[in-house]
């Protein structure tokens, strides 16, 4: 960002919201703030230009992404993309919301000629910029879209997508359900609570005062992907749990955050457009919408077990120091290894998944 241009797109942004809520007598849902938060043309959090993704908050950004942490997270998952693309027969790969484009880069090159087009689907502009900049060298092989095409053949992947598509809030308060939103209190955003017949998946026991999150957006993303994959795989890697997990009573306090200069907190209503706001993904959910639409479950499995199965600790051989103290970070149970998870699902083709050859979880889903 240039001097002063946070202030205005954060003002900008402010003022757009409060024209929604507004416009909506007074009170928005929760999933339609997230939405212009993060999204907004021009304004939103992934719109503008500040820095996002880095290692270090040194650089400015807000927090890392395993692409940035170690090369050798593309050069694992391209192994699992290879096999994937064999089955499909196909040499077209998809990447949904590809970041600093560095997950695109190592699988580009680990990948070669066994990629003829590799098309990234992101909503943000200053980040396709940032994207075609990083990707250059790879020349016309790599190109962007607004919208799927009517029919896809091919492996689709998207690493840390689903978290950040927005959701829609619920508090229990004992007796009753609310969906809590968005309204204006002495010119701040304030949360708001209305009767709602909405409910979380599964029956409970819900303790009083629970505030959880739902998924419809991201389970449409899946249901709409299934309708146009034809042939092929896809692979999400994100943080989350199975239903039993999730909506265990000991989480009775959800799972949104938000993350700003590698810090975290759980208050996206101050400081809105400047730091991003994500829940955790309900990968049952994930599994049920995809099933619903006519795709398979081919496994689901933490990070660290779905690296270790595509070969990533032969790959740290002779690896020098840095590289893998961060392919660790991957790894640790601590760290990314064991929040973070991966699920395949396939249509039309034959496969044993390789990522999924040891500690497949789907029996958990």
């Excluded at 820095?51 to 692409?67: I, L, Y």
């Excluded at 003829?116 to 200053?126: F, K």
């Excluded at 229990?172 to 359900?177: A, L, P, R, S």
């Excluded at 309204?183 to 017949?197: E, L």
């Amino acid at each position: 960002m240039q001097p002063n241009e946070g202030d205005s797109v954060s003002a900008g942004l402010v003022r757009r919201i409060r024209e929604a809520i507004d416009g909506a007598g007074g009170w928005i849902a929760f999933d339609r703030f997230m939405a212009i938060a993060l999204y907004e043309p021009g304004l939103g959090y992934y719109s503008h230009g500040s820095r996002k993704f880095g290692a270090m908050p040194g650089s400015g950004s807000d927090f890392v992404t395993a692409p940035e942490l170690s090369p050798l997270f593309g050069r694992a998952l391209a192994r699992q993309v290879a096999q994937a693309l064999e089955a499909a027969g196909s040499t077209e790969l998809w990447e949904f919301g590809a970041g600093s484009g560095a997950l695109a880069g190592q699988l580009l090159e680990a990948l070669g000629d066994r990629v003829s087009r590799y098309t990234i689907v992101d909503l943000s502009g200053s980040l396709r910029e940032r994207q075609r900049e990083r990707l250059r060298a790879f020349g016309e092989k790599v190109s962007w879209a607004d919208e799927l095409p009517e029919a896809m053949t091919g492996v689709v992947i998207g690493n840390e997508v689903l978290d950040a598509m927005p959701v829609q809030l619920l508090h229990f308060d004992g007796e009753q359900w609310f969906e809590r939103g968005v309204a204006v209190q002495d010119a701040r955003f304030v949360w708001s609570d209305r009767p709602t017949p909405l409910r979380p998946p599964v029956e409970g026991p819900f303790v009083p005062g629970t505030v959880t999150e739902i998924h419809p957006q991201a389970q449409a993303f899946v249901a709409t992907l299934a309708g146009k994959l034809v042939r092929g795989a896809a692979f999400f890697i994100d943080y989350g749990f199975p239903e039993a997990e999730y909506w265990h009573p000991q989480r009775h306090g959800g799972t949104l955050m938000c993350h700003r200069a590698h810090r975290s907190d759980d208050d996206p209503l101050v400081d809105v457009g400047e730091k991003d706001i994500t829940a955790h993904v309900d990968f049952t959910g994930i599994a049920l919408a995809a099933q619903d639409a006519g795709l398979d479950v081919i496994g689901y499995t933490t990070q660290a077990r779905f690296l270790m199965n595509c070969g990533i600790l032969e790959m740290l051989q002779g690896a020098d120091v840095r590289t893998v103290a961060h392919t660790q970070k991957l790894l640790t149970e601590h760290e990314m290894g064991e929040l973070f998870k991966v699920i395949g699902l396939a249509r039309g083709i034959d496969i044993e998944p390789i990522g999924f050859a040891q500690g497949d979880r789907t029996h958990t889903l």
